[in-house]
């Protein structure tokens, strides 16, 4: 009974690797599946009531569908080939808008986690379930490049079989991690830099926003211009507005490369920076692009943007710097470069995301570069994040003393000079006891024994420049015992009082006898060998 019940309550985790693992898989391979038709169907759902709507449709529903199925697949980065342009040339549409690319996204990231929170401890079974949701995924979006092909926005067969599997992936594997409670790398540093760079994350594409956002509210007529000359009827004006709203977090990647320094391209050989516009810039017309500056020099207006990118890396280096108070600043330095590099890593991803061509020769390349971007962002995160975060850390440590480190210590230990041991002074020394020992001495040694209290036996001695002419010890050869409680002189056999302190100035004669005091009764005295001459005791 007691087998039974032990084997009933197996955790969840034994249950998907051992008796349940091929259950397990199918159920996450079909709920990939099932992922990849709910954001196909709602994509498929808006795009066809935007066709019915259209009072003058110039095409059917078929081709509606095709057109769904290429904005599918371009808001997982696929780069669709537009063949009825207006030159007949097949051209390349490579701009993902992001925000169509937050509903496939939470869908796989929403299906990992829900499959492996009952297992958060289990590494093989999460390998193993991230597999099979991608696997189911990737089955229907196949199917989706297949239909695409015979529409008028077919899919570019190489970017589909390199940017659908890491995309699809890449959100699985945030799933898997939010399952498993977001752990981050045990190693203290890494960990340090990567929550330190969370916070700079959100600076950027905000301050981005902002610098965007003001620079078309000061274009607002150009922007309403070229709304109003794209459409006419209200349905397409609609289409117009929910295309330029999928587009609002692009245009805030716009806005923080722009600030970050290397900007905007504009086509082949053009280019938006701060300093100005170079070039001539080729970009459609379109409502969000009227906010691009114009010709001409950069004023203070545009300079302003780097603002973004200053607040960013004070963000970056204030959360390293609170982190550290207790390591040196070598280390809090090197944690603040490794969350500047973190941050261009994942700036420069972002970038590359935002940016794609629009089409062919002049077009081909449009939003920012993506490697300019991470490196202006390391930079950037590297000049001012690592002084803010020693200077945090030393405000931090004003006024007190920090504890010192572990490892610093043990260093300092091994290296340290020894330091000579201090003992105790003993009980003669907190109370000096003339000692009547009948050792042979000399006459200064037999003084300094009867005198001094201190010595007289075997090893006992002291110098000349110790014992002053008054007869008493000097202050540093004497050490009061202020710890030790006050205890009687101890009498020892056959030993004389102590010499008052009248008569000091009069040396006593040492005793004559040569019996060790404390010889018991029982044993015949045994004179102590004479010491050779020259010997100072």
Not at 323 to 347: D, N
Not at 400 to 419: F, I, L
Not at 482 to 491: F, S
Request: aromatic fraction near 6%.
């Amino acid at each position: 009974m007691t087998h039974l019940t032990e084997h009933t309550a197996a955790p969840p985790a034994e249950s998907l690797v051992q008796g349940g693992r091929s259950a397990a898989l199918a159920t996450a391979f079909v709920r990939g599946g099932v992922a990849a038709g709910l954001g196909l169907g709602a994509l498929a759902v808006l795009v066809t009531a935007a066709w019915i709507s259209s009072p003058y449709p110039d095409s059917g529903p078929g081709e509606a569908l095709h057109t769904a199925a290429g904005l599918w697949l371009l808001a997982h980065g696929v780069d669709l080939i537009r063949t009825d342009t207006v030159s007949g040339l097949p051209a390349p549409l490579g701009v993902t808008p992001l925000l169509l690319m937050a509903l496939p996204a939470w869908l796989v990231h929403r299906t990992a986690r829900s499959i492996l929170e009952p297992y958060p401890e289990e590494r093989a079974a999460s390998v193993a379930a991230v597999t099979a949701v991608c696997g189911g995924y990737l089955l229907v979006a196949a199917g989706v490049v297949l239909y695409s092909a015979s529409g008028s926005l077919p899919a570019d067969l190489l970017s589909a079989g390199l940017w659908l599997p890491l995309t699809v992936g890449a959100f699985a594997a945030l799933g898997a991690w939010t399952a498993a409670g977001r752990p981050l790398p045990r190693q203290e540093h890494a960990a340090v830099a990567l929550r330190s760079v969370a916070p700079a994350l959100v600076v950027l594409p905000a301050g981005g926003a902002a610098v965007f956002g003001a620079s078309l509210v000061w274009h607002a007529g150009a922007a309403q211009e070229s709304f109003a000359g794209l459409a006419g009827e209200w349905s397409g004006r609609l289409s117009v507005l929910l295309l330029a709203l999928a587009l609002v977090p692009n245009a805030a990647l716009w806005g923080t490369s722009y600030g970050l320094g290397p900007g905007l391209a504009l086509g082949t050989g053009a280019s938006a920076t701060p300093l100005g516009l170079s070039g001539d810039p080729a970009v459609p017309p379109f409502p969000l692009l009227a906010a691009l500056p114009g010709e001409g020099p950069g004023s203070w207006a545009h300079w302003a943007a780097l603002a973004v990118p200053c607040v960013a890396a004070v963000v970056l280096g204030a959360g390293v710097g609170r982190s550290a108070r207790s390591w040196t600043a070598r280390e809090a330095a090197l944690t603040a470069m490794i969350g500047a590099w973190a941050c261009g890593a994942v700036t420069a991803l972002l970038a590359g995301a935002a940016g794609g061509p629009l089409g062919a020769g002049r077009l081909a390349a449009f939003g920012p570069v993506w490697w300019q971007a991470g490196a202006a962002a390391v930079l950037w995160c590297a000049a001012v994040g690592v002084p803010v975060a020693l200077g945090v850390r030393a405000w931090g440590l004003r006024g007190t003393n920090p504890a010192p480190d572990v490892r610093a210590g043990a260093w300092a230990e091994t290296w340290a000079e020894p330091q000579p041991a201090v003992r105790a002074p003993s009980l003669a020394q907190a109370a000096p006891v003339p000692l009547a020992v009948g050792a042979p001495s000399d006459e200064d040694d037999g003084e300094a024994g009867g005198e001094g209290g201190g010595g007289g036996g075997e090893g006992d001695s002291y110098d000349d420049d110790s014992y002053d002419d008054d007869g008493g010890f000097e202050s540093y050869d004497f050490l009061p015992a202020a710890w030790e409680p006050a205890l009687p002189n101890p009498v020892l056999p056959n030993a004389p009082l102590p010499t008052p302190p009248s008569a000091a100035a009069t040396p006593t004669p040492p005793p004559t006898s040569t019996a060790p005091p404390s010889t018991p009764p029982s044993m015949p005295p045994v004179a102590p060998p004479a010491p050779p001459e020259g010997d100072a005791q």
